[in-house]
């Protein structure tokens, strides 16, 4: 049962209590760019998806890619707010990631002086499990329920993390491709792809509602709709 599960990771990971919240980072980055955190929470072993949260890392250039400053970033932002609004803290928090990346959660949890929160980290290769103060990473047994939920947890927040990487991509795509229509620049792109959301929209849309909610003269509304019929 799941009640049994979260008892025994609460008892191999040496937790002061039954991790029945469970929230999860990963970072996800495109090529270098955008990198993102993805946090997902899990009451009782089952996602909540009502709870997801997704950071756009801002500490970091263009193309930088750090995660250990990505993931001190996105648990800065979490937790700060939890601790401002006087929120219940998770039973456990999950990183995706082997020691260096535990540590990274663990100075920011020192820096805004909680102290009562249990983490641990989840390395890919062996699927170790990393808690502070054990001189051993954790392996737990092939298959076990314990193991499953923590893969769930990893997986989902990896999964929520690309999707977004992917949309926020496509987003990004559609805005060069119609700047390179004449008569549309970077401004005139970001009003059309906030109107229709996406080029597919733009492209059977007809030319006065285009002219219309885009605030664009018809001629300018006439080669939208050429060159996207032409691609």
Request: aromatic share 6%.
């Amino acid at each position: 049962s799941t009640a049994e599960a979260l008892k025994e990771l609460k008892n191999r990971l040496s937790l002061d209590r039954v991790p029945v919240r469970i929230e999860g980072f990963d970072i996800a980055h495109l090529a270098g760019k955008h990198t993102a955190a993805s946090m997902v929470s899990f009451h009782n072993g089952k996602p909540d998806k009502a709870e997801y949260r997704i950071f756009s890392i801002k500490s970091l250039p263009e193309f930088g890619i750090d995660d250990y400053a990505s993931i001190r970033e996105a648990v800065a932002r979490r937790y700060t707010r939890l601790k401002n609004e006087s929120l219940p803290l998770p039973d456990l928090v999950l990183i995706d990631g082997g020691k260096g990346q535990l540590n990274a959660a663990l100075g920011i949890f020192e820096a805004l002086g909680i102290n009562n929160i249990n983490v641990a980290s989840l390395a890919k290769q062996e699927e170790l499990l990393f808690v502070p103060g054990m001189d051993k990473a954790v392996k737990l047994e092939e298959g076990s329920p314990a193991l499953r939920i923590v893969q769930h947890v990893r997986d989902e927040a990896h999964r929520f993390a690309t999707t977004f990487n992917k949309n926020k991509r496509r987003k990004e795509v559609s805005f060069s491709l119609l700047e390179e229509i004449p008569g549309i620049g970077a401004e005139r792109s970001k009003k059309l792809i906030s109107e229709f959301g996406s080029v597919e929209n733009i492209r059977n849309a007809d030319i006065y509602s285009i002219s219309r909610r885009a605030g664009i003269p018809l001629k300018a509304a006439e080669a939208v709709i050429e060159y996207l019929k032409g691609i």
